[in-house]
Structures are given as structure tokens and as C-alpha cells.
């Protein structure tokens, strides 16, 4: 028993080491790929669940490693906002996004907001507002066609300092969402607190809302209370009409997902879905 305790201790020690190897080796091709241009954006569509318009597009970002192949966000993202590299990455982001957006909007003027995702670290940085103000005026965007997404996580280690940076944003016109609602713990009681202008309820909530009664239920009472509290719904992670139905009964605003479209890179974003919309 001994040794296999030993045994399992330098197997756990050596994966240790293998992991911050890996880390490493990660953070570095982080900061190469920043400056090579590895990354891409794709967007997603987001729904009018009334007449099912576009009414937003969620840039979302891709890594296009030259050996490695293609490396999800889920995997790079965390690694990013444990270094610092998420504030140059985030402000790559930005201004890509805010490019895009431009460059779609001078082809025909189009009426629909952008969802940029934000990261804990790169939101209470106090650089980050003063670089937004700058990419505004670059790009011409208007603040208030800016969606900026952020997560519970944030709002809870640093209540004090999230609510003055959303007040701020909002003063500009930024709109302010919170991402994978209902995740965390005192979902609720941030609904009042904050001033938002959408909740995202988390995909794991909808994936099951027509075969499991509590999460429609509580799918159906977030919509309840953002309504009263005048604050939209989305729901992300819609892959069924059958999912579709329910949230439209439950007068749910706004809708993302497979159903509609997987996350596409610009140009066909362009080409598809700016054609059918409705200006
Ligand atoms: P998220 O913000 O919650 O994004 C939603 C994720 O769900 C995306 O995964 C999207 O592709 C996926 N998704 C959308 N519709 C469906 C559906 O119908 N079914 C299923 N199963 N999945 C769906 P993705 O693109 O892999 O992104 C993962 C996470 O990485 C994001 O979660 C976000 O937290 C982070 N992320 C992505 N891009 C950025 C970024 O530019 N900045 C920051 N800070 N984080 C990002
Ligand atoms: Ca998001
Ligand atoms: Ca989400
Ligand atoms: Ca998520």
C-alpha cells in the first residue's frame, strides 16, 4: 500500500508538472498568437422570439493554432484571466469586434446590437472604460448598440467595484448583460441590484426545460421577475423548435443557439444572415 502511495504521489507530482509545463508553454503561445494573428471572431445571431428577427449577434473567439489545430475558448480563456494576457486579448476582441461592426454597418446600415463577452479582470481594470471610449470614436459604434457581457462571478467578488464600473457604462450608453444567469448564488437578489438591461439565462437551464419540470419552472420565474424589473431575457443554448415554443409562451425576449445558427465567421455571418434580415 506504501508504495503504491508513492507511487500515485510522483505520478500526481509529475502531472503537476506536466500541467504547468503546459501552462506555460500555453501562455507564451497566447502572447505569440496575439501578435501573429491566430485569432479569429465568429458570431452567433440572437432571435426576436416574437417575429424571430435578428436583433443581435454574440462575437465569440476562435483560436486557429498553425500546429495544434483549432483550440477552444473554454480551454484558452481561463488561462488568459489567471495571467495578465487577457487585457491585450480582451482589447483585441474589442476592436475587432468594433472593425466589424462598422464594416457591416457601412454596406447597409443594419439595427441590431453586438454581444461582446468580457472577462472578470479586464472589466475592473481601469483601463478598460478609457480604451472603450477610445474604440468608440475610432470605429464610430454607437455605445448604445454595445452589449457587454459579464458573469455573476464578477458581480459577486467585487460588488462594490462592479456596480460603479456598470454605472459608469451605462452613463455612456453601453448596455449591460449578465451572462450565464443563474449559475451562481445570489442571482436574485443582483437582478435588483444592479441596473442591467438583459439577463442571459444559462444554457443548462434551457437544454432540459421541456422534460424537466424545475428547470422550467425556474426558467419561467427569471423571466418573470427581469420583466417587472424591466430587464430583457435571452436565452442561450436554443437547439429545438420544441424549446422555442415554451419560451415563446413564457414571453421570453430574445433567443441564441443551434436552432438558429452555430457561431459563424464574419463573412458568412455577412452573407447570410445581413441578407435576410429586415431593415
Ligand atoms: P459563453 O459566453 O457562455 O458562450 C456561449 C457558448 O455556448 C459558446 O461556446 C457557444 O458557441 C455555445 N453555444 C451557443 N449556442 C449553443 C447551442 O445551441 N448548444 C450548445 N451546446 N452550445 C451553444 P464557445 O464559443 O466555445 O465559448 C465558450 C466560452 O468562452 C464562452 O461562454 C465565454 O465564456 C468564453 N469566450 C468566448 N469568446 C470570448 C471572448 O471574446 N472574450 C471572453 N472574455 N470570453 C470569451
Ligand atoms: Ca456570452
Ligand atoms: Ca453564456
Ligand atoms: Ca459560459
Redesign the pocket.
Known amino acids: 500500500a506504501k508504495k503504491a502511495g508513492r507511487n500515485n504521489f510522483s505520478e500526481y507530482e509529475s502531472c503537476l508538472e506536466k500541467d504547468m509545463l503546459s501552462k506555460i508553454t500555453m501562455y507564451e503561445e497566447i502572447k505569440n498568437a496575439i501578435q501573429e494573428e491566430q485569432f479569429e471572431l ?1 458570431y ?1 445571431p440572437k432571435h426576436s422570439v416574437k417575429d424571430e428577427n435578428i436583433v443581435g449577434a ?4 476562435r483560436w486557429q493554432h498553425p500546429e495544434k489545430g483549432f483550440i ?3 480551454e484558452f ?1 481561463p488561462l488568459a484571466e489567471d495571467t495578465d494576457l ?1 487585457i491585450p486579448l ?1 482589447n483585441w ?1 474589442i476592436r475587432k469586434a468594433f472593425r466589424q461592426y462598422k464594416e457591416w454597418n457601412t454596406i447597409s446600415p443594419i439595427d441590431f446590437h453586438l454581444s ?4 472578470p479582470k ?1 472589466f475592473i481594470d481601469d483601463n478598460f472604460i478609457p480604451f472603450l471610449l477610445r474604440s468608440v470614436e475610432e470605429f464610430s459604434v454607437s455605445p448604445e448598440k454595445i452589449d457587454l ?1 459579464i458573469t455573476e462571478s464578477l458581480a459577486i467578488e467585487n460588488t462594490e467595484l462592479t456596480l460603479e464600473k456598470i454605472n459608469q457604462l451605462k452613463k455612456i450608453g453601453f448596455k449591460i448583460t449578465m ?2 444567469f443563474g449559475t451562481g448564488y445570489t442571482s436574485l437578489t443582483y437582478l435588483s441590484k444592479f441596473p442591467l438591461d438583459r439577463i442571459k439565462i444559462d ?1 443548462s437551464f434551457i437544454r432540459d426545460i421541456t422534460s424537466n419540470k424545475n428547470h422550467a419552472a425556474i426558467v419561467q420565474s427569471l423571466v418573470s421577475v427581469a420583466k417587472n424589473l424591466d430587464i430583457k431575457v435571452t436565452a ?4 429545438t423548435k420544441e424549446q422555442l415554443l415554451y419560451l415563446q409562451e413564457w414571453d421570453c425576449d430574445e433567443i ?4 438558429y445558427s ?2 459563424i465567421p464574419s463573412i458568412s455571418f455577412g452573407e447570410y444572415h445581413l441578407e435576410n434580415m429586415k431593415i
Open positions: 465568429y452567433q454574440e462575437a465569440l473567439i477552444s475558448p473554454g480563456i487577457i480582451g476582441v461582446i463577452n468580457i472577462s479586464q457581457e451572462d450565464d444554457q442561450e443554448g436554443v437547439e441564441q443557439g443551434y436552432y452555430k457561431p
